[in-house]
């Protein structure tokens, strides 16, 4: 199957899992409808997003789980301050081995391969290369049943065809409400960002998974989210990758994450316009500014709110839908 977008793939596929699956089973006793051997492509990668209502898509965490995996950091503290049952993953409280994919890519293994590095010299040597895969599944991880934390991506597969960078997603496992909407996101952000280090044009992104399922504890958003009238979805213009200072913008805005997160900082609009990266860069800095008022301080800073592009706008007020309403009715708003 072909899509033109991620939001299209992932409500067709989900509708075809929770209506049509395949078997229904029970992995480490969590009752499931599951679909083997899933497969599809989405033709425009860099419209990842999700704008159905009812699904209340986070960008913030979107960003800062595609981030994380570029930062090359598996510490639990960075992502559980987006997504706090991220900790039940970790065995220690401190890290995270199999759903940290950034020490996959840039630090794989006894040798610490930087995976990300070697393609970037198989292709000057090998435009047309085949070769050009990095690993995530390691046959070391710990597959018995009281470890939850095992990687679910088995590798990415990148090829340049016509001046354009293609990528082909292998998966083990993928949870059809959950797991597929941000996985996509993150790895066709990897994509771009390879693409714009590269110089090349975006190609087509390929999704193949083993085993899709939607546990039983969604079948119920997930019924809200099918019923969902098509006219609840949005069209925004998509911001686009500069290919100017990839990683130079993208170190910038993880040290402003960073502080972000440790509260060491508050940014107001006017410092971050004042932060020498390309704009698309400063946009996601305006996210995680907002999210730390929204989670330390439960309110909306406006002024930052209305620097941001149209569809961050929209899916922001959609996820935090009720705290716009609370602070309509009571006049709680913080403005700079």
């Known amino acids: 199957m072909k899509y033109a977008n991620l939001q299209d793939a992932y409500l ?3 509708r075809n899992v929770y209506e049509h699956p395949e078997f229904i089973n029970k992995p480490r006793g969590n009752v499931s409808k599951e679909t083997l051997n899933l497969s599809f492509i989405i033709t425009n990668p860099m419209n990842r997003y999700c704008t159905v209502k009812t699904r209340k898509s ?14 090359g950091s598996n510490e639990l503290n960075f992502i559980e301050y ?27 293994g006894e040798h610490h391969i930087n995976q990300w590095a070697r393609l970037i010299e198989l292709f000057k040597e090998d435009r ?29 597969q990148f090829f340049i065809r016509e001046d354009a960078l293609f990528l082909s997603t292998f998966m ?5 409400y959950r797991g597929l909407l941000s996985d996509i996101f993150s790895f066709t952000f990897l994509q771009e960002v390879f693409a714009a280090q590269l110089g090349l044009r975006v190609g087509h992104y390929c999704h193949n998974v083993a085993t899709t399922h939607i ?4 079948f119920t958003r997930v019924e809200a989210l099918l019923a969902t009238p098509p006219e609840q979805s949005h069209s925004f213009e998509l911001p686009r990758i500069p290919s100017q200072q990839i990683w130079e913008n993208i170190n910038t805005v993880l040290r402003y994450e960073q502080q972000l997160r440790e509260g060491n900082i508050t940014l107001s609009s006017k410092a971050i316009h004042d932060i020498n990266v390309a704009p698309y860069w400063k946009q996601i800095i305006f996210l995680f500014a907002l999210y730390q008022r929204i989670i330390k301080e439960n309110c909306i800073d406006f002024d930052l709110f209305h620097n941001l592009h149209p569809l961050y706008q929209y899916l922001v007020q959609n ?16 403005e700079r």
Not at 92 to 106: N, V
Not at 215 to 218: G, V
Not at 319 to 334: Q, T, Y
């Open 12 to 14: 067709d596929n989900l």
């Open 215 to 218: 546990y039983d504890t969604d």
């Open 172 to 176: 083990r496992a993928n949870d059809a």
């Open 128 to 156: 047309d290369s085949k070769r050009a895969f990095i690993s995530i599944f390691d046959p070391h991880e710990d597959l018995s049943l009281q470890n939850i934390d095992v990687s679910c991506t088995i590798g990415l």
């Open 58 to 71: 986070n960008i913030i965490f979107n960003f800062a789980e595609a981030l994380w995996y570029l930062s």
């Open 319 to 334: 996820k935090w839908e009720n705290l716009f309403k609370e602070i309509s009715k009571n006049g709680n708003v913080m």
């Open 82 to 108: 987006y997504a706090k049952n991220m900790a039940k993953y970790s065995a220690d409280g401190s890290i995270l081995t199999g759903t940290a994919y950034g020490p996959k890519i840039f630090s794989y």
